[in-house]
């Protein structure tokens, strides 16, 4: 195959698997935004031990019909992992309960610049400076979009900080992990959804409990209650590993830049479907400003070496990569061309 057509192909496949990443996380935000608000399943760490849960049992499903191989994870970077997701998780949901929204959304935005000083420090990465600028732009048409009302107490900046720094550590070991041990997305998922579904659903119950003084085991459970419950862990499924896949063929400052295209249709799905009370001005501006910074990032990333920056190759055994049957032919696109 020639070079053109590679990289033909290598495009192709990378906007599939940003296309698969914003339609299921867009759907899965608006199927649990109806199932909390019009349902009143407010038991967030739950659903998200149910949403592991599900993903754990079609990767068992698809290694005993022989289309995920094994594979080695050890179990000192599993636990790593899986305390990374988890605090990620719970950090989050007690943040968005303990700060106002504009403070949650500026926690949010300042993912990127960890995930930034983490390259920088893990993977000696060199930023370009259009790379550096573009970004900046895009939080700040984020921030015009979203940041409202802004007040910080100390046990909600806490909670933002771990929330920050885990989600930030976590999106980094998808693709650390994947490169390290030649793991594709549903390789790494077989070994992390069970840990994260088991502990999960232990904790989640508690925690909810503590969050909203509501026990999941009373809660009035209906037919349609019960179907979206079923459909957003259906689509978590697509979620969590569009996720890796994403980050695998990427990196977490390309996702979370990249990522912030969700919040926009959010915005926009919002306006369309719950009433247009909140479009005004100042979201109007802020989008544009945010999906032009999103065009210069994809830009000078196309422009420099790979994600927008220099890197240093890792010396790792991942380099010695094994060619897996099954999905793991098709789950080529987690592998960086």
């Known amino acids: 195959m020639s070079s053109t057509n590679k990289a033909d192909t290598k495009a192709a496949i990378d906007a599939a698997s940003w296309m698969f990443n914003i339609v299921t996380s867009v759907g899965i935000i608006l199927v649990n935004k109806a199932l ?6 407010s038991f967030a760490t739950t659903l998200t031990g149910l949403h592991f849960a599900t993903t754990t049992l079609l990767t068992i499903i698809l290694r005993w019909l022989g289309y995920i191989q094994a594979s080695q994870l050890p179990l000192s970077e599993l636990l790593k992992f899986v305390l990374f997701a988890n605090f990620s998780i719970v950090g989050m949901n007690v943040s968005l309960m303990w700060n106002s929204v504009g403070f949650y959304q500026i926690a949010k935005l300042s ?3 960890v995930s930034c000083f983490l390259e920088v420090v893990l993977d000696k990465v060199r930023y370009s400076r259009d790379t550096k600028l573009s970004i900046a732009v895009v939080l700040l048409g984020v921030a015009v979009c979203t940041v409202t009302d802004v007040s910080v107490n100390a046990k909600g900046f806490i909670a933002a900080v ?3 720094w885990s989600t930030s550590l976590q999106q980094y070991y998808v693709h650390f992990l994947q490169q ?5 997305s549903f390789n790494l998922l077989g070994h992390t959804a069970p ?3 088991v502990s999960l659903l232990l904790v989640g119950p508690f925690l909810d409990y503590w969050l909203t003084e509501k026990r999941v085991d009373t809660y009035a459970y209906s037919f349609t209650s019960v179907l979206f419950i079923i459909l957003s862990c259906s689509i978590a499924v697509g979620t969590n590993l569009s996720q890796f896949i994403c980050i695998g ?3 977490a400052v390309s996702f979370q830049v990249l990522g912030h295209m969700k919040t926009i249709l959010v915005l926009t799905l919002g306006f369309i479907f719950f009433g247009k009370e909140g479009l005004n001005l100042q979201v109007i501006v802020g989008m544009i400003i945010a999906v032009a910074g999103m065009i210069w990032y994809g830009n000078a990333k196309a422009s420099s070496k790979p994600g927008g920056k220099e890197r240093r190759s890792l010396s790792m055994n ?4 094994q060619k897996h049957d099954g999905l793991s032919k098709s ?4 592998d960086k061309v």
Not at 36 to 41: E, N, P, R
Not at 180 to 184: F, K
Not at 318 to 321: I, Q, S
């Open 195 to 197: 840990a994260q579904a």
């Open 249 to 251: 063929r990427f990196t």
């Open 318 to 321: 991942g380099n010695k990569a």
């Open 162 to 164: 771990v929330a920050v």
């Open 111 to 113: 993912m990127i610049p």
């Open 180 to 184: 390290r041990y030649s793991l594709g």
């Open 331 to 334: 789950t080529e696109v987690d």
């Open 36 to 41: 909390m608000a019009t349902y009143g399943f």
